[in-house]
């Protein structure tokens, strides 16, 4: 027996959700809903940390200097 379309379904949100895409374009690809794809994010965590670098890297905040 072979991957069923659920199985699918799973692994394309997993795979775009690990390229980067936005969550509303993978639930509209996939027909979950946004908060759905929670349960997918675990398998990712370094997407948390580039996140944060992309942030830090655009929003420059001034550090005070004692």
Not at 6 to 14: I, K, L, V
Not at 31 to 48: I, V
């Amino acid at each position: 027996m072979g991957p069923r379309i659920h199985d699918w379904r799973h692994f394309s949100a997993s795979v775009l959700l690990g390229q980067g895409v936005p969550d509303n374009v993978i639930a509209k690809h996939t027909g979950h809903k946004s908060k759905e794809l929670e349960r997918y994010k675990h398998l990712f965590p370094e997407l948390r940390q580039q996140t944060v670098q992309l942030i830090d890297k655009e929003v420059k905040i001034p550090t005070k200097k004692k």
